[in-house]
């Protein structure tokens, strides 16, 4: 039973646009959400994360935005560059516990 | 400074034989983790490592897998009478504490013939 979700596999956007990547959790008891980002033949890399007291967070060109009672979380990245294709995986976590639970990954390809 | 380290990148071996990975976390940091990420699939939480607490296994797929962390540093993962469906890419984090934001090293590719 996933309790992670990321159900498109790929997200294809032009050079500027925008880029939302979006993820849904069914445990009720995540209370912390964290995206990555995987290159090929790399280990995945921390982006941006966000606890369950917020709605909201912002990184620069990153921000991720999380809606508790849809269980749903999202990623907008503005404006899209080159640079950013990649895998990039959503995981979530409970308090209690440091294990992150992760998603299948979406791989967003930003084209020129 | 230097990140994780894992080896070998690439392991291929007969099923039923034992293979060893290793680990290097960055220096410092006190725990471990390990994910192994199927095909097609996300990252899958194995094992957790705290100082000198007991290591968290409940990820662990089978009594044929097991790790140790020796010295509070290297970690091993040790996986016996291996089968086809241990091939996936095994990944190796570590943290300066128990925390979310990990750090991950390249992973060891097995594949299991």
């Known amino acids: 039973d996933q309790q992670v979700k990321q159900n498109s596999p790929s997200l294809s956007v032009q050079e500027g646009r925008i880029s939302i990547l979006n993820c849904d959790y069914t445990?009720?008891?995540?209370?912390?959400f964290l995206w990555y980002k995987k290159y090929p033949a790399e280990g995945p890399t921390f982006l941006i994360s966000?606890?369950?007291?917020?709605d909201k967070n912002e990184d620069g060109r990153f921000t991720v935005f999380l809606n508790k009672s849809a269980k749903h979380l999202s990623l907008h990245i503005v404006p899209s560059q080159p640079g950013d294709s990649a895998v990039y995986f959503c995981?979530?976590?409970?308090?209690?516990?440091?294990?992150?639970?992760f998603g299948s990954g979406t791989r967003l390809l930003v084209r020129p | 400074g230097a990140g994780v380290s894992q080896s070998p990148s690439n392991k291929v071996t007969e099923k039923g034989k034992d293979v060893e990975l290793r680990c290097d976390p960055i220096s410092g940091h006190t725990a471990l983790y390990w994910y192994r990420q199927s095909l097609g699939q996300g990252l899958e939480f194995l094992i957790y490592?705290?100082?000198?607490?007991?290591?968290?296994k409940s990820g662990l797929p089978s009594d044929r897998f097991s790790a140790e962390r020796t010295g509070g540093s290297v970690s091993t993962l040790t996986i016996q009478r291996t089968q086809q469906e241990d091939s996936a890419v095994y990944l190796c984090?570590?943290?300066?504490?128990?925390?979310?934001?990990?750090?991950f090293g390249p992973g060891t590719r097995l594949t299991v013939t």
């Open positions: 966000i606890s369950s007291i917020k």
């Open positions: 984090a570590s943290s300066p504490e128990p925390f979310y934001e990990q750090y």
């Open positions: 445990n009720s008891m995540f209370d912390y």
């Open positions: 490592f705290q100082g000198n607490s007991a290591p968290d």
């Open positions: 995981a979530a976590s409970e308090t209690s516990s440091y294990k992150l639970i």
